[in-house]
């Protein structure tokens, strides 16, 4: 099949029914055969493929595959040459492919590291679920608020073992910071402020000039749910680019919250938001992306409120930092007696003068990670669900998904918790649904949680 000249996607049956079959790959010798003590048997090996091998997508597949009790058996990216560069030091035991549904296909892929840009990662999330394989999503684990739901409840159905890649979780200094929040030395927190500002100026990321897709980039299936569009440098490029266009990452607060306003949903025990109002624009910059340039985000949960800020016109920090322009980020936790100043690497403790009556560290009590992707290999063997699976995590997702709602529609959003539903705005529940591009159907199926 030629896969990038076609532009109607097969089904995901007829690819179950073909390339199970059709996908053929050398035996992979036992390590005793091959002289290497420590290395498990094949049969206790875990075998893992990956969708989306450009930044991250290689990041995590290296971080995976450093382990003797891991064998790399498939690679799939829409780009034959990042297919290619990801694929070479694995060739004795990978296939690739450029339609992610053949990967899935396989039996000799037990889990799956999804890596692509963030328009595909709720879909390819829930077909993994539904192939039963294990998944590594990249963050934003998805763009909708019911996509949110949807990804949490098929991982869910299908009793299969998810991690978020939300890395910094893994860090020795937000664990120090969630014993600080919970000692309650701090007082009452009430209120938590987070931020991540940069300067891109008024150009922004530039313009890109009009030209036809570079050779062995399937397109079509790069854009996939998404709104089809022209082939775009920037918008291809990476990450950093993705972040500037609107229907392809939701912008840089899906791009970068993920990993900051998972330290006070994880110190404090947030559920999700049930006031949610954000405002802002593309105020400023004038580039070929549509994405805001400016987001302000109030979340309201029981008991606390916190406060996102995003702006991609000025890097001054606050007390991370101001002057050369720079990427900036920060969390603050305002309780009674001090506020916590806190970044990925920074655990401070401002007293509300003499208040704070000890303010000598708690002993640590959470116990140290073996690292993001350690832990979620090590959970595929216990079947135990890590640290930042769909569960804890589509918390974080979801005031997400809202915020973006929120500001798309320009007015607040209730949310209910209880029934998972946008109350008292009609218009706001339909749009919390994506619309996907055909032959791509949202899978509706998993808007409602199994029973048990």
């Known amino acids: 099949m030629n896969v990038r000249n076609r532009t109607d996607p097969p089904s995901r049956r007829q690819f179950l029914q073909s390339a199970a079959a059709a996908v053929a790959l050398p035996e992979i010798i036992p390590a005793s055969a091959l002289g290497r003590e420590g290395v498990p048997p094949p049969s206790e090996r875990i075998q893992l493929g990956v969708i989306g091998v450009n930044g991250m997508g290689r990041a995590n597949l290296q971080n995976c595959a450093q382990y003797p009790d891991v064998v790399v058996t498939a690679v799939c990216d829409v ?36 890596a692509t840009p963030p328009h595909w990662h709720a879909l390819m999330a829930i077909h993994a679920a539904e192939a039963k394989k294990d998944i590594y999503l990249q963050k934003p684990m998805t763009l909708y608020p019911e996509e949110t739901l949807a990804v949490r409840n098929a991982v869910n159905r299908h009793g299969v073992i998810s991690q978020i890649g939300t890395q910094i979780h893994a860090t020795a200094n937000y664990r120090r910071v969630v014993e600080w929040v919970r000692s309650g ?44 569009r022209a082939f775009n440098r920037l918008l291809f490029a990476d990450a950093y680019y ?50 805001p340039d400016t987001q302000e985000v109030l979340w309201q949960y029981p008991g606390v409120t916190m406060t996102w800020m995003m ?76 640290s930042c699976s769909v569960n804890y995590h589509y918390r974080v997702d979801l005031a997400i998904t809202l915020a973006n709602l929120s500001y798309k529609l320009g007015r607040s959003l209730r949310f209910d918790p209880k029934t998972e539903r946008i109350i008292g705005d009609a218009q706001a529940a339909r749009m919390a649904r994506p619309v996907y591009r055909s032959p791509w159907k949202f899978p509706e199926e998993y808007l409602k949680p199994q029973k048990t």
């Not at 992610?100 to 889990?111: M, Q, S």
């Not at 030209?211 to 079509?220: Q, V």
């Open 185 to 228: 030395r701090l007082g009452p927190i009430n209120t938590v402020r987070t931020f991540n500002v940069m300067n891109q100026g008024p150009d922004g990321i530039g313009h890109a000039p009009k030209e036809p897709p570079p050779e062995g980039l399937d397109w079509e299936m790069w854009l996939g749910p998404a709104p089809k």
């Open 79 to 114: 780009y034959q040459a990042r297919l290619n560069a990801a694929l070479e030091p694995h060739r004795s035991t990978a296939k690739g492919h450029r339609d992610y549904r053949e990967l899935l296909a396989r039996r000799d892929v037990d889990a799956v590291i999804i």
């Open 311 to 386: 702006s991609l016109c000025n890097s001054f920090g606050f007390d991370f930092g101001r002057g050369t322009p720079a990427r900036r980020l920060g969390i603050y936790f305002h309780g009674v007696n001090a506020t916590l100043i806190a970044d990925y690497g920074r655990c401070e403790v401002v007293p509300e003068g003499d208040m704070l009556k000890d303010a000598s560290p708690p002993p640590p009590s959470i116990a140290p990670s073996p690292g993001h992707e350690r832990e979620w290999l090590d959970c595929i063997k216990s079947r135990q669900q890590p």
């Open 242 to 291: 993705h972040g500037s266009f609107w229907d392809y990452s939701g912008g840089w607060t899906p791009g970068m919250a993920p990993h900051i306003i998972d330290l006070p949903i994880w110190a404090l025990d947030l559920g999700v938001p049930t006031l949610t109002s954000c405002s802002g624009g593309r105020l400023v910059i004038r580039d070929d992306g549509d994405a």
